[in-house]
């Protein structure tokens, strides 16, 4: 499958199907095993979500555009609306991912390109600064750092 310019698309560059079918497992591997990250996917079987990141990612790379026919326009930023994603969840995301990344042992090139962009999405998905409350706070505060409500404890100026 080729770019509208008609050069190779990423795609294909990193090996089509099977390359996005080996990093995509490696992550869930991941997943699965994460005390804050598997309480968050609502399905009792992963396979689902799993199938739906597999999807974006290879359309978005210049694969096939099944995950659109499925699912329609991304709207990735909205579909995690319902999910507390805190800095927490985006780094303990991105680290599933690094370890999908280095298993692939892709070409530099290609793999800083990869790399930039899971990263960028990652952090543009973090939709709260409030810890998630559920599994082990990163640096073991217990309340959220950027409290939302007026202080009752200090004194107001007249
Ligand atoms: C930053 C931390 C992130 C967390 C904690 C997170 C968590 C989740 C959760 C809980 C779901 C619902 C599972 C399901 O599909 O049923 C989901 C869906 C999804 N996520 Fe993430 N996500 C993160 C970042 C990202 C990023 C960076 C991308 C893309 C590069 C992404 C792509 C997707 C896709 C494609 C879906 C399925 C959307 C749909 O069609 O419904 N996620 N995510």
């Known amino acids: 499958m080729s770019d509208q310019d008609g050069s190779v ?21 991941g997943i699965a095993e994460d005390p804050v990250l598997r309480p968050m996917y609502p399905e009792e079987d992963l396979g689902p979500a799993r199938e739906r990141m597999l999807l974006f990612l290879e359309q978005y790379w ?16 909205m579909r995690h609306a319902p999910f507390a994603v805190n800095p927490d969840a985006r780094d303990r995301w991105l680290a599933h991912m690094r370890r999908a990344v280095d298993a692939a042992e892709m070409p530099p090139l290609l793999e800083a390109t990869l790399w930039d962009y899971l990263e960028r999405a990652a952090y ?11 599994g082990p706070v990163a640096d073991g505060r217990t309340a959220p750092s950027m409290t ?9 100026k007249e």
């Open 148 to 156: 939302m409500t007026a202080r009752t404890d200090v004194p107001t």
């Open 9 to 29: 698309s990423f795609y294909d560059q990193v090996g089509g199907h099977p390359f996005f079918e080996r990093l995509v497992g490696v992550f869930y591997e």
């Open 124 to 134: 543009a998905m973090v939709n709260t600064f409030e810890p998630s409350g559920i």
């Open 62 to 77: 210049g694969g096939p555009t099944t995950y659109s026919e499925r699912r329609g326009h991304p709207r990735l930023r």
